[in-house]
């Protein structure tokens, strides 16, 4: 079974800054499924990234996403003030189906 | 563009069974999975299971023996029924579109598991 690790689990930094948050599997992700949601306080999560570095419908072109094996990354290039929220790593398409990381925070500075 | 919208109570008591249904509005659920999927308090997010529209499921391992998904197209609903519940069960319940990576998700509904 794939664990997901996020790290930090919080990351201070001040608008305009670059974020990057990463996330590491146990095992190998086969075929690079693995997404990244974004979900602020009372809201469900929003796809953000899948298949590793495709962006969802409608969202900025400051999220990017990056890696392979057990290694990815998701970088917001620069940060504007509703970027503060918590992040998502999940991997699918394995066994189990879905897995996701224990979240990250991101709080401005 | 899809909407989801949980239903069902927001207490329910120790060793009960917990019944949730999400509408799905805004298009076919047809050639579709839908999930259900968990948050406890101050914790991330556990997956519980998915459903074809055509009836298949898969479920998370550690609930297959206390959970079902059903999906009715007819009424665009699927719905959640787990058993035997404990107080780690409180959480908010999200139903999502998709198997894999979710593209939509309901607002989520609280669920608190009490004597």
């Known amino acids: 079974e794939i664990v997901l690790t996020q790290s930090p689990d919080t990351l201070s930094l001040s608008p305009g800054e670059r974020a990057t948050l990463s996330c590491r599997a146990s095992q190998p992700i086969a075929s690079n499924y693995l997404a990244w949601y974004q979900q602020k306080p009372g809201q469900a999560p929003r796809l953000l990234i899948y298949d590793t570095s495709k962006r969802a419908t409608d969202i900025p072109d400051r999220f990017s996403g990056s890696g392979s094996g057990t290694d990815f990354t998701l970088t917001i290039s620069r940060l504007e003030p509703e970027d503060f929220a918590l992040y998502h790593c999940q991997s699918y398409g394995g066994s189990p189906p879905n897995t996701f990381g224990q979240g990250a925070k991101l709080e401005i500075k | 563009q899809f909407r989801l919208q949980e239903s069902g109570p927001g207490l329910v008591k120790l060793s009960e069974t917990l019944s949730l249904t999400c509408t799905v509005s805004g298009g076919s659920m047809n050639d579709m999975y839908w999930s259900w999927l968990r948050q406890p308090p101050g914790k991330g997010l556990e997956w519980l299971g998915y459903i074809h529209y055509s009836g298949a499921t898969n479920y998370n391992s550690s609930l297959k023996s206390r959970i079902t998904i059903s999906v009715d197209t007819s009424k665009s609903q699927f719905s959640l029924h787990l058993t035997s519940l404990t107080a780690a069960d409180t959480a908010v319940y999200f139903c999502?579109?998709?198997?894999?990576?979710?593209?939509?998700w309901g607002q989520g509904i609280l669920v608190t598991v009490s004597s």
């Open positions: 999502a579109r998709g198997g894999w990576s979710l593209a939509s």
